[in-house]
């Protein structure tokens, strides 16, 4: 199903990439405007195991996580009028971009590298001057931004903006593809 097949009130929006630590509450607030449901992949994984997303990785391995990952995009690919977010690495996995960019535009938050340096120096605190945290923040921003190559992404550069002008830019961009 190709998004120009499904009407515009049914069209999904896919918000992925990294701008820092509170990025889920921009997917919430966003979904709050639109009247849209909100999923948050991750989120769910962890809810249905009771346990984080590194923990589920170290208790049953990657493969697992991806089977758990994968159940969870097969029945966001079922949503309709919803804000999903997503992780990069979860999104470049299998064909998961191919599938949801059908539902709806998928769109990746981004910010300049000293400005997710300062969000992350903000949410670690002490931890931040450890290297060995420090290299494993940077680890994930990398596997996140990787999702920037893919072909159809929309990208918004959120660094100097507020958070309301985060979400109005998102929904330009939602309106201006989907019409």
Known sequence: MATHAL????????LTGYTGPNQPLIGRRIAS????RYLNI??????RNGISINEIRTLYGESRLKTFEAEVVQEALLYRSAVIRISGQTLLHANHYERLQETGPVICLVA?????????HLALGGRYHNPDERALALGHLKREWAVRKLPGLHEIDTTYMPEDDVIEAVIGVWQQVVI
């Open 7 to 14: 009407s515009l009130s049914d069209r999904n929006i896919i």
């Open 33 to 36: 405007k639109m009247q849209m």
């Open 42 to 47: 991750e989120r769910e994984i962890e809810d």
């Open 112 to 120: 300049s590298l000293d400005a997710v340096l300062q969000s992350l």
